[in-house]
């Protein structure tokens, strides 16, 4: 497997937002089946690392396209878009006043252990405005605006944090 190609052609996926994951899956289990380091066993040392540094690279490809967030950072890396977010924040004041009111909704549920209700409302909110962000940046993308797709990219960071955080919230809960 050559390691110069984009983590879309190692799937033999077309570079883009929208994909038919069914196959993105499928060809994965295919390339693990084939090139998984167990099956190099009785190879030699170069032959055994190579199948560990391929299924690494497998690996990586996947979790990159499957995540919406990952993926999103890669397409606009590979438009030659510097997609690291650390130094990117959004200047859209609307969705940031969401975004901490949401933050506080989920402060307020953390401290008082509850009440679930509040906290699945809480997801459902949370969901609908990561998704509503992704569509955002599907459209961007698709006509090529690239710019306004990095700053979009700022917000689905910001949106799938706050959707993360909601999980682990739910899973610390049941727990309980």
């Known amino acids: 497997m050559n390691n110069s190609k984009n983590f879309f052609e190692i799937f033999s996926l077309p570079e883009a937002w929208e994909l038919d994951f069914e196959a993105l899956d499928t060809k994965f289990r295919a390339l693990q089946k084939v090139l998984h380091p167990d099956g190099y ?5 170069f032959e055994q690392r190579l199948a560990v540094q391929t299924a690494a690279t497998i690996n990586q490809a996947y979790q990159t396209i499957k995540n919406p967030l990952s993926r999103a950072q890669y397409l606009l890396e590979l438009k030659g878009l510097d997609a690291d977010q650390e130094s990117h924040i959004t200047s859209d004041g609307q969705f940031l006043m969401n975004q901490m009111l949401l933050r506080e909704q989920l402060s307020e ?3 008082n252990k509850g009440p679930k209700q509040a906290l699945t409302a809480l997801s459902i ?3 609908k405005t990561a998704i509503a962000i992704q569509n955002e940046f ?3 993308y698709q006509v090529e605006a690239y710019n306004e797709a990095f700053s979009t990219l700022a917000k689905m960071q910001f949106a799938t944090k706050c959707v993360n955080d909601i999980s682990e919230l739910e899973a610390d809960l049941e727990e309980l």
């Open 138 to 140: 599907a459209s961007q």
């Open 41 to 45: 066993a009785n190879k030699n040392d």
């Open 125 to 127: 909110d949370a969901n």
């Open 109 to 111: 549920i953390k401290a």
